[in-house]
């Protein structure tokens, strides 16, 4: 199973597995990580599970839609970095990628 | 109120299984707490997403837990399904379940949360008539648009209007009676009422303002039509009544917890979550608390709402600094709109155009000395993003820029 590892707001370092097929964001809802607030459950509405990934492994996953995008533009702290982790779908190949989270998610 | 905090040690019980109480068990233990935890819920069901049920209830997946079942063992968090609450001895700090228990508490949080507002007409009780807050009336209404049953929908609200909007999508017929002269008539602005209405009449949804139900009528227990206040009759095969929510707060009325002005109602609680009683805190749905942009005390609705009360319960058992206060935010999702609305829609607003509803893009932006205090937007995520920003930060915008859809957003703010 991939294995993820989450830098959250405080510093600390958790490392997951994350079962192929599920997001990033429910990776750190399942082990109740701090950070990923996630408010509307993964339905890209609320931008309360935005992470910074960086490039090295952006193209571990599927590029932002128009949608994800939209909502990242105005977030608080975002970067060229920025992603949500509700779309952020993790699979085989993602083992080892590293994902930071911001303590700005409400 | 000042207390000192209970600390990560203490006992701590939950009385409710909806979102804000899941949310708090989880923060609990995220924030330090190492105390006992226990969740009571009266649903045979773990905490589960509440949205889907009116947005999603027939093509998703229904049964979606907040939280995976066995999340809560792993988490040394003891959760009671099926079980009530029925008293609380406050000079004690026990709680009395209606499975005959007795738990005790250093902090007890009430998640009660809110249970719809019944049609108070004869009839309302026959075979085909439902509420949607649960799974279960969740499991009905789906069985009802599958069987392609003729759907009347009583009440306006974001309730109705979504599941409207599932059951066109579906072909199936849904005629919406709203008491007021216009749907969403407590809650959004009248040009996004006349824009949503616009959208479901394009779509084959019947609406009907100021009209009001009287009395239901059926064959062998199972309704058949509504009759209205003018006379006249609506034929139907089903009906949903999604009139509003009433707060759950007897079990703190019962002991003497402080509640809400009258027509508001709800447990009252400060920006801490706090109670009256310094052993009871509540949170979510049944409070009645200070909402900024709001004069007084006032009941909100939402799961951002009951995710911030969550935190705010968290900060106060734990003595952490309390959250700063929130922008309220809510969201709908109807045909192909995600509506996502920001601050509180009040009445005197400058209220600003910035997209071409037509296009289904838009956002309203509604401004006092020319600081947005709402914005209600619809497929437009940044409008959205930027509006809750500017709210929160009291920004000054220039109307002109934000009324120019083809103007860089960020250029709105001065």
């Given at each position: 199973?991939?294995?993820?590892?989450?830098?959250?707001?405080?510093?600390?370092?958790?490392?997951?597995?994350?079962?192929?097929?599920?997001?990033?964001?429910?990776?750190?809802?399942?082990?109740?990580?701090?950070?990923?607030?996630?408010?509307?459950?993964?339905?890209?509405?609320?931008?309360?599970?935005?992470?910074?990934?960086?490039?090295?492994?952006?193209?571990?996953?599927?590029?932002?839609?128009?949608?994800?995008?939209?909502?990242?533009?105005?977030?608080?702290?975002?970067?060229?970095?920025?992603?949500?982790?509700?779309?952020?779908?993790?699979?085989?190949?993602?083992?080892?990628?590293?994902?930071?989270?911001?303590?700005?998610?409400? | 109120?000042?207390?000192?905090?209970?600390?990560?040690?203490?006992?701590?019980?939950?009385?409710?299984?909806?979102?804000?109480?899941?949310?708090?068990?989880?923060?609990?233990?995220?924030?330090?707490?190492?105390?006992?935890?226990?969740?009571?819920?009266?649903?045979?069901?773990?905490?589960?997403?509440r949205p889907p049920l009116s947005k999603k209830f027939v093509?998703g997946?229904?049964?979606?837990?907040?939280?995976?079942?066995?999340?809560?063992?792993?988490?040394?968090?003891?959760?009671?399904?099926?079980?009530?609450?029925?008293?609380?001895?406050?000079?004690?700090?026990?709680?009395?379940?209606?499975?005959?228990?007795?738990?005790?508490?250093?902090?007890?949080?009430?998640?009660?949360?809110?249970?719809?507002?019944?049609?108070?007409?004869?009839?309302?009780?026959?075979?085909?008539?439902?509420?949607l807050r649960?799974?279960?009336d969740a499991?009905?209404l789906?069985?009802?648009i599958?069987?392609?049953?003729?759907l009347?929908i009583?009440g306006g609200g974001y309730i109705g209007l979504e599941v409207a909007a599932v059951a066109r999508s579906r072909?199936?017929?849904a005629?919406v009676?709203?008491?007021?002269?216009?749907v969403l008539?407590?809650v959004a602005?009248?040009?996004?009422?006349?824009?949503m209405?616009?959208c479901h009449?394009?779509r084959?949804t019947?609406?009907?303002?100021?009209?009001?139900?009287?009395?239901?009528?059926?064959?062998?227990?199972?309704?058949?039509?509504?009759?209205?206040?003018?006379?006249?009759?609506?034929?139907?095969?089903?009906?949903l009544?999604g009139?509003?929510?009433?707060?759950?707060?007897?079990?703190?009325?019962?002991?003497?917890?402080?509640?809400?002005?009258?027509?508001?109602?709800?447990?009252?609680?400060?920006?801490?979550?706090?109670?009256?009683?310094?052993?009871?805190?509540?949170?979510?749905?049944?409070?009645?608390?200070?909402?900024?942009?709001?004069?007084?005390?006032?009941?909100?609705?939402?799961?951002?709402?009951?995710?911030?009360?969550?935190?705010?319960?968290?900060?106060?058992?734990?003595?952490?600094?309390?959250?700063?206060?929130?922008?309220?935010?809510f969201w709908s999702d109807q045909f192909d709109l995600k509506l996502?609305?920001?601050?509180?829609?009040?009445?005197?607003?400058?209220?600003?155009?910035?997209?071409?509803?037509?296009?289904?893009?838009?956002?309203?932006?509604?401004?006092?000395?020319?600081?947005?205090?709402?914005?209600?937007?619809?497929?437009?995520?940044?409008?959205?993003?930027?509006?809750?920003?500017?709210?929160?930060?009291?920004?000054?915008?220039?109307?002109?820029?934000?009324?120019?859809?083809?103007?860089?957003?960020?250029?709105?703010?001065?």
């Amino acid at each position: 199973m991939p294995k993820v590892t989450y830098v959250v707001p405080d510093g600390s370092v958790h490392d997951v597995e994350v079962p192929a097929g599920q997001s990033v964001m429910d990776g750190s809802v399942r082990n109740n990580l701090p950070g990923i607030v996630a408010e509307c459950g993964g339905s890209c509405s609320c931008a309360t599970c935005h992470v910074y990934l960086d490039e090295e492994f952006a193209g571990l996953f599927d590029e932002a839609t128009d949608e994800e995008r939209d909502l990242l533009e105005f977030a608080e702290g975002a970067d060229a970095r920025s992603r949500l982790s509700c779309q952020l779908i993790v699979r085989d190949g993602c083992d080892g990628v590293r994902i930071s989270v911001p303590d700005t998610n409400g | 109120m000042t207390h000192p905090p209970a600390g990560a040690g203490s006992r701590v019980v939950v009385i409710g299984g909806g979102h804000a109480a899941a949310a708090l068990v989880g923060l609990l233990r995220q924030e330090g707490h190492t105390g006992e935890v226990v969740l009571v819920g009266d649903e045979l069901d773990h905490p589960y997403h509440r949205p889907p049920l009116s947005k999603k209830f027939v093509d998703g997946e229904l049964e979606q837990w907040l939280r995976p079942p066995e999340f809560y063992g792993e988490q040394k968090i003891t959760v009671r399904l099926g079980e009530q609450a029925v008293a609380i001895d406050r000079a004690a700090r026990t709680v009395a379940l209606d499975s005959g228990a007795d738990l005790s508490y250093d902090v007890l949080v009430l998640a009660t949360g809110a249970r719809p507002r019944p049609l108070p007409v004869p009839g309302a009780d026959l075979g085909g008539v439902g509420a949607l807050r649960t799974l279960g009336d969740a499991r009905a209404l789906r069985k009802w648009i599958e069987e392609g049953r003729r759907l009347l929908i009583v009440g306006g609200g974001y309730i109705g209007l979504e599941v409207a909007a599932v059951a066109r999508s579906r072909g199936v017929e849904a005629v919406v009676l709203e008491r007021e002269e216009r749907v969403l008539a407590r809650v959004a602005s009248p040009e996004l009422s006349a824009i949503m209405s616009g959208c479901h009449t394009d779509r084959g949804t019947v609406i009907r303002t100021e009209a009001a139900v009287v009395a239901l009528e059926g064959a062998d227990g199972q309704v058949r039509r509504a009759v209205l206040d003018g006379g006249d009759a609506v034929d139907c095969d089903a009906v949903l009544v999604g009139v509003g929510a009433l707060p759950r707060d007897e079990l703190a009325t019962a002991a003497g917890i402080e509640t809400g002005p009258p027509g508001r109602g709800g447990i009252l609680v400060d920006a801490g979550a706090r109670t009256s009683d310094p052993a009871v805190l509540a949170i979510g749905d049944v409070t009645c608390r200070p909402i900024p942009g709001v004069e007084g005390p006032a009941r909100l609705e939402s799961i951002p709402s009951a995710t911030e009360q969550a935190k705010q319960a968290t900060a106060t058992i734990l003595g952490k600094p309390l959250p700063a206060a929130e922008t309220p935010w809510f969201w709908s999702d109807q045909f192909d709109l995600k509506l996502k609305i920001a601050g509180i829609v009040a009445p005197g607003t400058q209220t600003v155009l910035r997209g071409d509803p037509a296009s289904g893009r838009f956002a309203l932006f509604h401004l006092v000395d020319g600081r947005p205090v709402a914005v209600e937007s619809a497929n437009a995520s940044p409008e959205f993003m930027a509006g809750k920003k500017w709210i929160g930060a009291g920004t000054r915008v220039d109307p002109e820029v934000l009324r120019d859809a083809d103007a860089a957003l960020r250029g709105a703010a001065l």
